[in-house]
């Protein structure tokens, strides 16, 4: 069973404009509005992103596999890629950047620059 990703949202979004509200609605529940720039959350983006490296620092191969399987290494890697994907739907939201057409434009420009023939 997952747990819940905060109190008043027993179950998992449905969808990115589900997360963005629920985030959103937690970020003004706190009045935390207020430092929510663009620069602010870029760089929140970069120190969660950071945190999430630390999980697997100085680790092997067998380590990570180990970490990933604990349920306290399971459960801060979890914990993380939250809280990087919480900045960046915040993130999102301040910019008006679609996080879905984002990842589309982004894919289409790639596989432009990396066709297949040449993997």
């Known amino acids: 069973m997952q747990k819940p990703l905060m109190p008043d949202a027993p179950t998992p979004p449905a ?6 509200a629920r985030v959103t609605r937690f970020r003004e529940a706190r009045d935390w509005d207020q430092y929510h720039t663009p620069r602010h959350l870029s760089r929140a983006v970069a120190v969660e992103a950071s945190e999430l490296e ?6 092997d191969d067998r380590d990570v596999a180990e970490h990933l399987r604990s349920e306290e290494g399971r459960e801060a890697v979890e914990d993380e890629v ?4 919480i900045s960046i ?17 982004k894919l289409e420009k790639t596989k432009k620059k ?5 993997a």
């Open 89 to 105: 739907l915040l993130f999102c939201e301040r910019t008006g950047i679609d996080p879905l057409e984002a990842i589309g434009a």
């Open 114 to 118: 990396y066709p297949v023939e040449g």
């Open 82 to 85: 939250g809280d990087v994907l």
């Open 54 to 59: 630390e999980e697997f620092l100085w680790k």
């Open 15 to 20: 969808s990115i404009e589900e997360a963005i």
